[in-house]
């Protein structure tokens, strides 16, 4: 995917040809100490090693590795000419970095998509008896969008024989043309057992189209769903079913990235629960649902092929309001913590819930117990620690606020806790460092919880430059980037009024590249 403004001037100086690339410099030494300690560097999300990244891309797990493919644009940390990076990873938190995995051609530039395993080599691309990886992404032509046309975007394939490490471009794209559709791109590929074909869903503007194909190579499109009158920009559409949690029964989820007028302003990544014949997505258009309420967490999509049949996701945590401006330096953004979703049903709706995977335990270095106690004013949990993950449980108050407050010694922090005044959750970053950049950033941002809970639960992840809340079970998820001038090092509860606090656990973590 890209901005919705029109491709930047400055990049047209990149000449398109069949086998073209810009230079890139050279990569940061993983030997060096300095090595992902820059300032505001996260310690344990992925982040590139330098330059830019957006949107999670192709991802995949395949014979043993969980591949992330992302956005990438390796000649500067500002949007650019898109290429897939690589990245693979055993357990889903310590990854190793791969050479780029596509460039731009004489087609375009390679936009998002996702990737599968051609089980059955049903494209005819595998060779030696082994299932192939395909890679099905947008093309991008900015040439003939500079020329005026609307139909520059189309969607291509690519197919890998060595595990992922280098992808050959099918000789008859693009798959699929475009029928005069400005933002046509994003395809999410699938299997559908039922009907043995192929489905993807693409993003199309304002709704998302729906294709299938027995072979990865042919589609016919099928369906449309959009909802009437929106004038949001749609991206990055997913399309899963889904087993109800204490049930038998099966839904299907649509997730779609919304790039406009998020509940807290900017980018979000939203989602539709209805049902799917193979064809067609039934479901309520007006019924809309929010994944994370924070501000920085888009373009959310799940892996492909999990072993285990679990559903699996990961996002690019920042807004495109801002994420060409944040002051980092070197690489510029990050991906969020995966998380594992859940669907579940409450007041005859249903709802969707993610929680940090288990595979995340490895990453705990020291766990302090923090004994259950009333607290009428402040307590403090930690100090010293700058990358931690907090799990804490209170008597739901009648009133008033519970603040986790991380600072550091520049008085700066930022806020995350429960308003019992609205039944809200919130993250506050309003005096959590450099605003600069974008002024609107320093602000406070709420999330919705399903219903009320009798207690007040979170698990909060804080890193160099984000934090995570998951509330209630991941019922209300909350996603904020911030930028001190050095990193938190201190949390406290902050009560306006009393509650009790239950037994709770702050745990150290551990970096992922060291």
């Known amino acids: 995917m890209k901005p919705s403004i029109l491709t930047f001037v400055m990049l047209t100086g990149c000449v398109l040809f069949n086998l073209w690339r810009c230079n ?55 949007w650019g000419p898109m290429h897939w990076g690589h990245a693979v990873s055993s357990d889903l938190v310590h990854w190793e970095h791969l050479p780029v995995a596509l460039y731009p051609d ?30 099905i992404f947008t093309h991008h032509n900015p040439e003939m969008e500079k020329e005026g046309r609307n139909d520059f975007q189309y969607q291509s394939i690519a197919f890998s024989n060595d595990n ?65 009158g929106d004038d949001r920009l749609w991206e990055c559409p997913d399309l899963f079913p ?39 997505f039934t479901g309520d258009p ?74 995340l335990a490895v990453l705990k270095k020291n766990t302090k117990t923090v004994k259950a106690q009333i607290i009428a004013d402040s307590i403090l949990l930690m100090e010293g620690i700058t990358t931690a993950k907090l799990n804490l449980s209170f008597d739901k108050p009648e009133e008033g606020q519970i603040i986790i407050r991380f600072s550091n010694t520049s008085e700066e922090f930022i806020d995350v806790g429960y308003n019992a ?24 941002h709420t999330g919705q919880t399903v219903y009320p809970f009798e207690s007040i639960n979170m698990i909060i992840y804080l890193d160099h430059s984000s ?12 996603t904020d980037i911030f930028f001190p001038s050095e990193p938190f090092d201190k949390a406290q509860v902050i009560v306006t009024g009393s509650t009790e606090m239950r037994e709770g656990y702050v745990t150290e973590m551990n970096n992922i590249w060291r």
């Open 24 to 78: 890139q410099p050279a990569t940061p030494d993983s030997s060096d100490d300095s090595y992902y300690t820059e300032q505001y560097r996260p310690q344990f999300h992925f982040s590139p090693e330098a330059n830019w990244m957006n949107d999670p891309n192709g991802m995949v797990y395949y014979d043993g590795e969980y591949h992330l493919f992302y956005q990438y644009y390796p000649d500067s940390t500002v």
């Open 106 to 135: 004489s087609l375009g530039w390679i936009f998002s998509g996702s990737a599968v395993v051609d089980k059955g080599n049903t494209s005819g691309l595998g060779k030696n008896g082994k299932d192939p990886l395909i890679a």
């Open 164 to 228: 992922g490490r280098t992808f050959t471009m099918y000789e008859s794209n693009p798959v699929i043309v475009n029928p005069g559709i400005r933002d046509f791109r994003d395809p999410k590929v699938i299997w559908h057992d039922k009907s043995k074909n192929w489905i993807m869903v693409l993003a199309a503007y304002d709704k998302a189209m729906f294709y299938t194909s027995p072979n990865l190579k042919d589609w016919t499109l099928t369906s449309e769903f959009g909802i009437p």
């Open 242 to 280: 889904m087993r109800v949690e204490g049930s038998e029964e099966e839904k299907w989820v649509l997730i779609v990235s919304i790039q406009q007028k998020a509940p807290n302003g900017g980018t979000a990544t939203g989602y539709f629960v209805g049902d799917f014949d193979g064809k067609t």
């Open 286 to 359: 007006q019924n809309q649902k929010w994944l994370d309420y924070g501000t920085d967490n888009y373009a959310l999509v799940t892996w492909s092929n999990v072993p285990d049949g679990r559903t699996l996701a990961m996002g690019w945590m920042s807004n495109w309001l801002y994420a060409q401006e944040v002051p980092a330096s070197v690489w510029r953004s990050a991906m969020t913590l995966p998380r594992e979703i859940f669907l579940f049903e409450s007041g005859g709706d249903f709802f969707l819930r993610s929680v940090p995977p288990k595979e």
């Open 421 to 444: 005044d609205d039944e809200t959750y919130f993250i506050n970053r309003t005096h959590s460092g450099n605003a600069e950049f974008y002024p609107p950033f320093a602000s406070k």
């Open 467 to 478: 934090v995570e809340l998951f509330a209630d079970e991941g019922k209300c998820v909350m």
